[in-house]
């Protein structure tokens, strides 16, 4: 008997970690059942509306869903669809909504913001929740995978020649953490030191919010004997992480982003998360930070100790066939793929 292909409609707000958590979702899934997705750009174009929508979207008044779909400035009306999903506040009231047009199913991801979670058919977040559909993902999806890290991998490593490697990726000014010249000074020291010790050779990997500055101090300082490739956002752009994670034995982060922290996490690599001198992250940012930590999926370090860093005797990673599982096997009750 042939399978029906779930029809899958991701609707986001072209913010790339929004719309990779949704991508991840949909993968996963797609993973176990053939999987036909698409993606759909909304841009809410009367952001003062936020609360309205919200409690609009939650009426059980056909005109009140209408008022939200009239609110965005959508690529395109969704129409043939089994199931809609998204991630963020702004797009939740219409996932809603339409999903009530529809008469399909519908997952949201993250905060619901006022949202009564019956009007989901899932609800996924970090620590998941008491209502019936929720469920407690522990890292956010990604699409990154260990079986794709590692096939991704393995043309760099060719290229590369069969050393051994370990990455760092390195963000910069955010989420409460602050970055100043001793910082990168201490990074490179400790970089260099790590390479030392440990006879690997680094993939260094820099994002928008490094800034040249930083980047350019950086190259002064790390020696080059100890670098195998450098990825730096100033001069490249925005680079794929999977192959630089497929190459690499273990992973380091700057702790500022929770991206770079889940998807490090999710390609199955041990991963250390670096900490700057001054940093005031949010109290969500940190909950998720020490959650990682609490499950042995990352392990912290501050810049300053690095030169004397030594893994931790109880790391254990991510075992990402069981992290997928405790997803997909509520959802296949709920959503029925």
Same mark, same amino acid.
């Given at each position: 008997?042939?399978?029906?292909?779930?029809?899958?409609?991701? *609707?986001h707000?072209?913010?790339?970690?929004?719309?990779?958590?949704?991508?991840?979702l949909?993968?996963?899934?797609?993973?176990?059942?053939?999987?036909?997705?698409?993606?759909?750009?909304?841009?809410?174009?009367?952001?003062?509306?936020?609360?309205? *929508?919200?409690?609009?979207?939650?009426?059980?008044?056909?005109?009140?869903?209408?008022?939200?779909?009239?609110?965005?400035?959508?690529?395109?009306?969704?129409s043939?669809?089994?199931?809609?999903?998204?991630?963020?506040?702004?797009?939740?009231?219409?996932n809603?909504?339409?999903?009530?047009?529809?008469?399909?199913r519908?997952?949201?991801?993250?905060?619901?913001?006022?949202?009564?979670?019956? @009007?989901a058919?899932? @609800?996924?977040?970090?620590?998941g929740?008491?209502?019936?559909n929720?469920?407690?993902?522990?890292?956010a999806?990604?699409?990154i995978?260990?079986?794709?890290?590692?096939h991704?991998?393995?043309?760099?490593?060719? #290229?590369?020649?069969?050393? #051994?490697?370990?990455?760092?990726?390195?963000g910069?000014?955010?989420?409460g953490?602050?970055?100043?010249?001793n910082?990168?000074?201490?990074?490179?020291?400790?970089?260099?030191?790590?390479?030392?010790?440990h006879?690997?050779?680094?993939?260094?990997?820099?994002?928008? #919010?490094?800034?040249?500055?930083?980047?350019?101090? *950086?190259?002064?300082h790390?020696?080059?004997v100890?670098?195998?490739?450098?990825? $730096?956002?100033?001069?490249?752009?925005e680079e794929?992480i999977?192959?630089i994670?497929?190459?690499?034995?273990?992973? $380091?982060?700057?702790a500022d982003?929770?991206?770079?922290?889940?998807e490090?996490?999710?390609?199955?690599?041990?991963?250390?998360?670096?900490?700057?001198?001054? $940093?005031?992250?949010?109290?969500?940012?940190?909950?998720?930070?020490?959650?990682?930590?609490?499950?042995?999926?990352?392990?912290?370090?501050?810049i300053?100790?690095?030169?004397?860093?030594?893994?931790?005797?109880?790391?254990?990673?991510?075992?990402y066939?069981?992290?997928?599982?405790?997803?997909?096997?509520? *959802?296949?009750?709920?959503?029925?793929?």
């Amino acid at each position: 008997m042939t399978q029906i292909p779930l029809r899958i409609t991701i *609707l986001h707000d072209s913010i790339p970690g929004h719309l990779n958590q949704s991508r991840g979702l949909a993968n996963m899934i797609a993973s176990q059942h053939d999987a036909i997705i698409q993606e759909c750009t909304a841009q809410l174009e009367w952001p003062a509306s936020r609360s309205l *929508l919200r409690q609009l979207c939650q009426s059980p008044i056909p005109l009140a869903s209408s008022a939200v779909l009239k609110a965005y400035d959508l690529e395109y009306m969704p129409s043939d669809t089994d199931l809609l999903i998204s991630f963020g506040g702004d797009v939740a009231p219409l996932n809603v909504a339409l999903a009530k047009q529809l008469h399909c199913r519908n997952i949201l991801i993250g905060s619901l913001r006022g949202i009564n979670p019956r @009007h989901a058919t899932a @609800h996924l977040s970090l620590k998941g929740g008491a209502h019936g559909n929720a469920i407690a993902t522990g890292i956010a999806p990604t699409t990154i995978t260990p079986e794709r890290c590692n096939h991704e991998g393995s043309n760099l490593k060719q #290229r590369l020649g069969n050393g #051994r490697y370990w990455s760092c990726f390195i963000g910069g000014n955010g989420s409460g953490y602050q970055y100043f010249e001793n910082d990168w000074r201490q990074l490179a020291i400790g970089l260099n030191q790590l390479a030392e010790h440990h006879g690997i050779q680094w993939l260094v990997t820099t994002s928008r #919010r490094t800034g040249a500055a930083a980047e350019d101090f *950086l190259l002064k300082h790390l020696d080059v004997v100890h670098i195998a490739r450098t990825n $730096f956002y100033s001069l490249t752009g925005e680079e794929d992480i999977t192959p630089i994670l497929g190459c690499s034995e273990r992973v $380091f982060c700057t702790a500022d982003s929770l991206t770079m922290l889940s998807e490090a996490i999710s390609s199955g690599r041990p991963t250390t998360a670096l900490q700057p001198k001054k $940093f005031i992250p949010p109290a969500k940012h940190l909950n998720a930070v020490n959650g990682f930590c609490d499950d042995k999926y990352l392990q912290l370090a501050r810049i300053s100790d690095l030169v004397k860093w030594q893994p931790d005797s109880d790391e254990c990673g991510l075992d990402y066939s069981n992290y997928r599982n405790r997803i997909i096997e509520p *959802l296949q009750q709920w959503v029925a793929f």
